[in-house]
């Protein structure tokens, strides 16, 4: 079984920096991509960041430059570092991972229980 633990996140005042860690567990499996969504009230669950287990990233635009998205092939751990936060940086952050599953070579999306990122004005 997959589980993916999700810790890192909090209040910050705005301009501050937030690092969110997300490690998957479990056996028998490969990790193509890792990433970050978020999700504020009222709004649908979009990308912030995401990178394949090659090393490929991809960024929504609000947070290019600001935020950086990193990896830990051996753990099975992906980073989201925020810098430079806005309020509108305000959401629950899901760790999300696709997994490929070595018995029969399936693909799944996994994601972690979210973790809250307040950022105050």
């Known amino acids: 079984q997959v589980q993916l633990v999700e810790s890192g996140g909090g209040l910050v005042q705005a301009g501050g920096s937030l690092r969110l860690s997300c490690a998957a567990s479990g056996s028998g499996f490969r990790i193509s991509a890792m990433g970050w969504y978020r999700q504020a009230p009222g709004i649908e669950r979009d990308l912030v960041a995401r990178m394949t287990s090659g090393g490929s990233t991809s960024y929504a635009d609000s947070v290019k430059g600001r935020f950086t998205i990193s990896r830990d092939n051996a753990e099975n751990t992906v980073y989201l570092q925020m810098n430079s936060l806005k309020t509108e940086d305000t959401a629950v952050y899901y760790c999300?991972?696709?997994?490929?599953?070595?018995?029969?070579?399936?693909?799944?999306?996994?994601w972690g229980q979210g973790t809250q990122v307040t950022v105050s004005s």
């Open positions: 999300n991972a696709r997994i490929r599953f070595a018995e029969d070579l399936s693909e799944y999306n996994f």
